[in-house]
Each structure stands twice: as structure tokens, then as C-alpha cells.
């Protein structure tokens, strides 16, 4: 089941601290680097959007985001803080995915039973 790329961003922006509006920012930090990585992963692993459509949520290219999705694996294994938030995010938007799915079921069931 994919996610929107809505509820990814909410969710990445609120577990780093920062605002949407400063993921789109010019600004070079390190923690907004790792909040534009993040929301890069997610996007193209839970959505169907393309490089350049991804690119317009975290306010770069294409070949940033391609950049983004190369240096990932390698932050993921070698920086633990990014390492936490990363796991974390992922949880939450795979609980997410669970509880829409059993609320999908939930409804399909009571369509059958009537």
C-alpha cells in the first residue's frame, strides 16, 4: 500500500523538529540535509512520483534528489542519530500503513456481513 506524500512529509518534518517551509529553504545545514534525505528515501519508497516530482517537495533537482537517494544506505549505516530518526519515521509510516489497511478490512467485513 503506498502513502501519501503528504502524510510522509508531515511525518518526517515533525520527528527531525523542523517546519516545511524550511525543508524548501536554500539552507545548507547538516540536520536539514538529513531532512531532505529522509523525505527523498521515503517518497520514492512509499510513492509512485518520479525524481523530478520529488525534487519539487524538497525544493531541489532531480540530480539532488538522485544524490540524496546514493548517499542514504551509507548515512543510514555509519550515523547512528540519523540511524534512530530514520527507523523511527519508517515505523510510524508502517503503522500507518497497517492501521489503513485493517481499516480497509474492517470495512470490506461489514459490507459482507451487511
Known sequence: MKTSAYWITKVVCKHWGVEYADVLRSCRQRRLFFVRM????????YTNHTLTSIGGFVGRDHATVSYY????ESEFYFNDEFRTFAQRIEDELNEEDKSDLMLELEDELNEIIG
Request: without cysteine; glycine residues 0%.
Open 69 to 72: 537517494l546514493r548517499n542514504y
Open 38 to 45: 529522509t523525505l527523498a528515501k521515503l517518497l520514492r519508497k
